[in-house]
């Protein structure tokens, strides 16, 4: 599909929403010279107390949670196959054991990351607020240079 098709895909849906037509400016300011602002919000924000909770409920938690629902499953399930032992059920009961067993450890390894990653997330930003703070400071308010005519 070509750039154009889909552009024209886009401005067709809008249209069969009644929305207005919204042309893309890259690198731009408003013509009044104000503020772009985006989508409307003008700050990225942060909750480092919601950050603080999820990781805390994560961690007290969801994880403990998880790991309590893997082991009751373990035991019933191994508990059903040998019920079953020697029927075809017994193999089916061990197969989806294993399935579920793989989806929990990726589950598990999924909100270990998560954790980490809300952990992380202040430092991070604090980091990237300072680094460009520093990257302004760095500039020559200097006189612009001027070519000669």
């Given at each position: 599909m070509a750039w154009d098709e889909?552009?024209?895909l886009k401005s067709d849906a809008r249209e069969?929403?009644?929305e207005p037509p919204q042309p893309m400016q890259l690198n731009s300011i408003p013509s009044d010279g104000g503020v772009a602002t985006g989508s409307g919000a003008q700050n990225l924000k942060t909750d480092p107390m919601g950050k603080r909770a999820a990781v805390k409920a994560l961690q007290e938690e969801i994880r403990?949670?998880?790991?309590?629902?893997?082991d009751g499953a373990r035991e019933a399930s191994a508990t059903a196959a040998q019920t079953f032992s020697g029927w075809a059920t017994s193999e089916g009961l061990a197969d989806a054991h294993k399935e579920w067993e793989l989806q929990v450890t990726n589950l598990k390894g999924r909100?270990?990351?998560?954790?980490?990653?809300?952990?992380k997330a202040h430092g991070e930003f604090q980091f990237v607020d300072h680094s460009v703070k520093s990257q302004i400071a760095r500039v020559d308010p200097g006189r612009a240079p001027r070519r000669e005519i």
């Open positions: 889909w552009e024209q069969r929403r009644g403990p949670g998880t790991d309590t629902a893997g909100l270990g990351n998560d954790q980490t990653a809300l952990t």
